[in-house]
């Protein structure tokens, strides 16, 4: 319960890298059993600060102290004995092995060198029953959508004996059912006397779950304020030191031409069940579809099917008007196609190349990139540059590798090579996932002028403000089949949240 | 939706331009075979053997032309494989199957060499053909057990290393063995129009240009075209790569076939230079030799160039130390030394010139104060 006793106090924390000065001088005092928010913009320097107090890295200056304790933390496992646990922007869990053995890796109970897997089920399942966060445990972690491998990772943590949570924007891809499942288990667990500390860009989640909450900018404490005493924009504008621009409707009318038209696709899944049951839409010049439902009901296949890289049972996908149910990959992205991935590391970006090389990633083959038979480097990275301008990217050069950017910076760099590449039909999967109120706003403005210009949109998303503020026509999917087709007009966050959870639409008209 | 003091700090990158990475490279190297050096001076010295003696020899050897050469000659064949084995390491593949494919490059040379009658720049450019021909057939098969079966490619090359050595001894013994007039058994010698030429009486191929040239190649292909961007871009990241439309599993096969091609060429300077003919008596142990460079070299063709010049010295000196009775074995020691030295020393430098350039970001920015709440 809240108390005044502090679990973490940073002083005067410093943290430099290469060209950034990522912390100067951050104070921050976090109350034992209380939910502590950060916020701050991309790049502010959030995830550097939270990867300090973990031990990731050593700051160059200030001091950490954790219940009343100071610490010198030399690494991630100092962090854990202190009883500090991370659940990390980027999930950090192994593919190839289950749930169990991904929580118990690198902290396993052993008996003369066994791992003891049942009594560390025994354990999970306590802890499981606990804090309300349930998972199965001998599923592959392959298998899993969002939602589940963050709970993994917080059972991770948790199993550990972390009584300080640290989740570094753990909303940013879950839809709001799973936001309220997670906000009551942190609740919990803050009841049982944890302290959490997260990070997030959703000022209104912000708001209503937190104690606290610490604003960070350029790399700086800059306030500490109590929810009750702020407004959103108070906050945006402690965040940014602006004003945000308001978003305005379309101009443009949604044209005749069908672009992307998929029908009667059907893929099979690993199970007996089918991931994709006939899905059709079509979508058209100067629209934009929008996709709600839980992350791991077909969004993710769907794309894949689209860009060619899942071969479907039966259906048929065609883009502006050429049927390429059995073009490769490469044949659709040149016939136009354009793709927002899920996961901006997994199939985003190549994380230890310059960004020069990631923004040339997948339109190498763009004219104005050739130089008789090589690349042009010169032009490559001029293009890259616009591309960090116009996207507002923060960084020192297109010289410095991707893994230097901060999460947000990383999606706006990704955003911006996808509308770069002039497409006609656009999948964008969480366009905005992991970027701040102000950069959400300036990519929503791009996609929006790219639209009016005639590109045609795909949008999955959990936000559902993007989705009904920009979509024409929203679909609901589960369990692999649309179960619902609205308007924006009629789409309220509780009537697709109702469809999102299986809910069976009137058929109306 | 910029923010002004965030801007500010982040800095001009020209200011900032980080030490020359190149210039570091070179200098980390060159300390890591100081140091490698140095602890080998001090096995030495605890053996009972003068280190200084040792290396004032390995020295004096060294400034003699005809070493110079020999370090040359010896650095031929290695560049090959080394950039064969680079070639898999850019696409995250680990090709220990150059010494397979060299042999079968190497063999396949012999024979066809052997029994055809071409004038002599043909002669030899139908050799380098056959010889990559039968090197990337080789890796191929690894590349088709990935591709089809997901045998991993070390198990697969490995396994083909033992199995070219049997199949080309029993072809070999079976129905190659040519009875001349001389005692040595050996595959039918190839006509002179299939030799190489050599400079300096004999003391350095003129192959040497064909392996300056492959690296050039190599350096133009994987680092400069289209198609080593996506060869790369896979390598560092296959799913991010096939979501860009790379397919990688055409990558994988294509990187497996190229890397055997070249390193199928690396028997060559000794078949067509010197033994022209194929026999037990042939060359061994470029594949792994090749790895070695390829590290040291860090897959870079300058690297690999100045990393081949320094594995071919150190072979070079053996003799002259055991004229000395000094054991020639130091040498080996040396060369392990160095693979551990440099992988540690880039370690540490990379560390170091990051901190130090974060430092005079630091110093050279005006700190914004913080704001109170
Ligand atoms: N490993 C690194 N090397 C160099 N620079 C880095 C590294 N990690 C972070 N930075 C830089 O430090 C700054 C702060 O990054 P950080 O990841 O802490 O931002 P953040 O506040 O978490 O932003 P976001 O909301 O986008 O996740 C950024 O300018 C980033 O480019
Ligand atoms: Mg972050």
Redesign the interface.
Same mark, same amino acid.
């Given at each position: 319960m809240a108390t005044d006793t502090l679990a973490v106090q940073l002083s005067g924390i410093e943290k430099?890298?290469?060209?950034?000065?990522a912390n100067?001088?951050v104070?921050l005092n976090v109350r034992a059993g209380t939910i502590h928010a950060i916020v701050g913009?991309n790049?502010?320097g959030k995830s550097t600060l939270m990867k300090t107090l973990y031990g990731m890295h050593q700051p160059?200056a200030g001091t950490i102290t954790v219940f009343g304790a100071p610490h010198v933390f030399k690494s991630p496992s100092d962090a854990i004995a202190a009883g500090i646990g991370m659940v990390h922007q980027h999930f950090m869990l192994a593919d190839n092995l289950t749930v169990l053995e991904n929580i118990v890796l690198g902290s396993e109970p052993a008996a003369r060198g066994v791992v003891q897997y049942d009594e560390a089920r025994r354990r999970l399942e306590a802890i499981m029953d606990q804090s309300g966060t349930h998972v199965d445990l001998d599923a592959p972690v392959s298998e899993l959508g969002v939602g589940q491998r963050q709970r993994v990772e917080i059972l991770k943590v948790l199993f550990r004996g972390a009584k300080v949570l640290i989740l570094d924007e753990p909303t940013a891809v879950l839809v709001p059912q799973e936001v309220d499942e997670l906000f009551s288990n942190l609740h919990r667990l803050v009841t049982d006397g944890a302290t959490i500390i997260f990070i997030s860009h959703k000022l209104d989640e912000v708001l209503t779950v937190s104690d606290d909450i610490t604003v960070i900018?350029?790399? =700086? =404490? /800059?306030?500490? /304020?109590k929810p009750d005493a702020v407004t959103r924009s108070k906050l945006a504008e402690l965040m /940014?030191?602006?004003e945000l621009?308001s978003p305005h409707g379309r101009t443009s009318e949604v044209g005749t031409t069908i672009r992307l038209s998929i029908d009667g696709l059907t893929l099979a899944g690993p199970g007996e069940k089918h991931v994709l049951d006939e899905v059709s839409f079509e979508i058209r010049e100067g629209e934009v579809l929008g996709i709600a439902g839980v992350e791991g009901n077909g969004q993710f296949e769907l794309c894949e099917a689209i860009?060619g890289?899942a071969k479907p049972m039966s259906g048929h996908i065609t883009i502006d008007g050429t049927d390429v149910t059995h073009a #490769?990959?490469?044949e659709?992205?040149?016939g136009g196609l354009s793709?927002i991935?899920f996961d901006r590391h997994?199939?985003?970006?190549?994380? #230890?190349?310059p960004l020069w090389?990631n923004t040339?990633?997948?339109r190498?083959?763009d004219e104005q990139f050739?130089k008789g038979?090589?690349?042009d480097a010169a032009a490559a990275k001029a293009d890259s540059r616009s591309i960090i301008e116009r996207f507002?990217v923060?960084?020192? #050069?297109e010289?410095v590798p991707a893994y230097a950017l901060s999460g947000g910076n990383q999606q706006k760099l990704l955003v911006g090579r996808e509308l770069s590449s002039h497409p006609r039909v656009l999948i964008a999967a969480h366009p905005t996932r992991g970027v701040d109120i102000?950069?959400q706003?300036?990519i929503w403005e791009k996609l929006r002028a790219a639209r009016d210009a005639g590109l045609a949109v795909l949008l999955i998303s959990a936000d559902l403000e993007e989705l009904i503020g920009l979509s024409d026509r929203i679909l609901v999917m589960f369990d692999g089949r649309i179960n619902a087709r609205l308007t924006p007009a009629e789409a309220t966050p509780e009537l697709l949240g109702t469809y999102m959870t299986g809910g069976v639409q009137e058929v109306a008209s | 939706?910029?923010?002004?003091?965030?801007?500010q700090?982040?800095? +001009?990158?020209k200011a900032?331009k980080?030490p020359n990475a190149v210039l570091v490279t070179v200098a980390s190297s060159l300390a890591a075979v100081l140091i490698a050096l140095a602890i080998a001076g001090v096995l030495l010295a605890v053996t009972g053997y003068n280190p200084f003696e040792a290396y004032s020899k390995m020295l004096d050897a060294g400034l003699e032309k005809d070493k110079l050469l020999e370090a040359l000659s010896r650095a031929t064949p290695l560049m090959i494989a080394a950039v064969a084995v680079a070639i898999g390491f850019k696409m995250n593949l680990f090709n220990i199957g150059v010494e397979g494919q060299f042999l079968m490059g190497m063999f396949f040379a012999a024979i066809v060499g052997a029994y055809v009658d071409l004038p002599p720049v043909l002669h030899v450019t139908l050799l380098l053909v056959v010889a990559m021909t039968a090197g990337a057939a080789w890796a191929g098969i690894a590349a088709v057990l990935k591709v089809k079966k997901g045998v991993n490619e070390v198990i697969a090359t490995i396994m083909l290393n033992a199995i070219a050595l049997s199949v080309i001894d029993w072809l070999f013994q079976s129905k190659f063995r040519y009875e001349g007039e001389s005692l040595d058994v050996k595959t039918k010698p190839l006509p002179e129009s299939a030799w190489m030429p050599d400079m300096f009486d004999g003391r350095l191929t003129s192959f040497i240009f064909i392996s300056l040239f492959v690296v050039l190649v190599f350096w133009?292909v994987v680092y400069?075209?289209?198609f080593g961007?996506?060869l790369?871009?896979s390598g560092? +990241?296959a799913?991010?790569?096939?979501?860009?439309?790379?397919?990688s599993n055409r990558m994988i096969v294509t990187a497996m076939l190229m890397s055997g091609a070249v390193a199928g060429l690396a028997g060559l300077p000794y078949l067509l230079g010197e033994s022209h003919a194929y026999g037990p008596s042939r060359p061994d142990g470029y594949g792994f030799n090749g790895i070695a460079v390829a590290l040291l070299g860090r897959n870079h063709p300058a690297g690999i160039v100045v990393s081949a010049i320094l594995w071919g010295f150190l072979d070079a000196v053996q003799g002259p130390l055991q004229i000395a009775k000094i054991p020639q074995s130091i040498v080996l020691v040396i060369k392990a030394i160095i693979l551990l030295t440099v992988v540690i020393v880039n370690e540490v430098v990379g560390r170091r010139v !990051?901190k130090r350039? !974060?430092?005079r970001?630091?110093a050279q920015?005006a700190?914004?104060?913080?704001?109170a709440?």
């Open positions: 430099r890298f290469p060209g950034v000065i100067h001088d104070n913009e790049g502010a160059e900018r350029a790399g =700086t =404490t /800059v306030a500490e /304020v /940014v030191g602006s621009p860009i890289l #490769s990959p490469h659709r992205l040149i793709y991935p997994r199939e985003g970006l190549l994380l #230890s190349a090389e040339l990633l997948g190498d083959a050739q038979p090589f690349i507002d923060r960084t020192p #050069s010289t102000g950069a706003a300036a | 939706m910029s923010d002004e003091s965030t801007v700090r982040i800095t +001009n990158p900032l980080a133009l400069k075209s289209k961007f996506r790369r871009a560092a +990241n799913v991010a790569a096939r979501t860009a439309g790379i397919s !990051a350039t !974060a430092d970001t630091a920015l700190l914004p104060t913080a704001v709440a």
